[in-house]
């Protein structure tokens, strides 16, 4: 990402995350409060509350590292992702599903960081080659392509997946993400 995006990405995100680090930090204020009066039961719903803020403020910032639409494409963004994630034991996801103009391509990218299902994908991802998997390159980033999909596993607690397509357009929608800014996520 250029240092003109990135300016442009920060710029953008912080009045939404002013406005929603009020409400958190009131909220962690009143759980003081609560704790300061007794109140154990309702300084830990307080804490909950604003962990849900904070881990809310982490997905959205997850989700900004979908790329854009390739020139000629839509890019339509999964807002569900996150509660079928709640069930599969938490973690963060991200998913765009990306059609072309006249509908006659399409891949799906998605990402998932803290999730047990990183960690046993994850493996397969590092052991592609030993698992006959057609091992790529895009950078520095290794990228396992198998059956009309292709993994990646960024600093390990990330896992990105791409379907549909051929192996070229997979590799081009690779190509696509910011996997330095990736890797950087959280630090």
Do not use: C, H
Request: proline share 2%; hydrophobic share 50%.
């Amino acid at each position: 990402m250029n240092r003109f995006m990135s300016f442009a990405l920060a710029a953008a995100l912080t009045l939404p995350f002013a406005a929603q680090a009020d409400e958190i930090s009131d909220t962690l204020q009143s759980a003081i409060e609560a704790y300061n009066d007794g109140d154990i039961t309702y300084a830990l719903e307080e804490l909950d509350f604003a962990r849900q803020k904070l881990m809310a403020l982490r997905t959205e910032a997850f989700q900004q590292f979908l790329p854009e639409a390739p020139d000629g494409w839509t890019r339509e963004v999964d807002s569900d992702m996150q509660a079928g994630l709640a069930m599969m034991g938490g973690g963060m996801g991200a998913n765009a599903d990306y059609r072309s103009a006249d509908g006659s391509q399409y891949y799906s990218i998605s990402m998932m960081a803290d999730n047990a299902m990183v960690a046993s994908m994850g493996a397969m991802v590092a052991n592609a080659a030993a698992m006959r998997m057609k091992v790529e390159r895009v950078g520095r980033q290794r990228v396992a392509i198998n059956d009309g999909q292709a993994m990646a596993l960024v600093n390990n607690p990330i896992l990105i997946t791409i379907e549909g397509g051929d192996e070229a357009l997979l590799m081009q929608a690779m190509e696509g993400i910011d996997f330095d800014a990736l890797s950087n996520f959280g630090n």
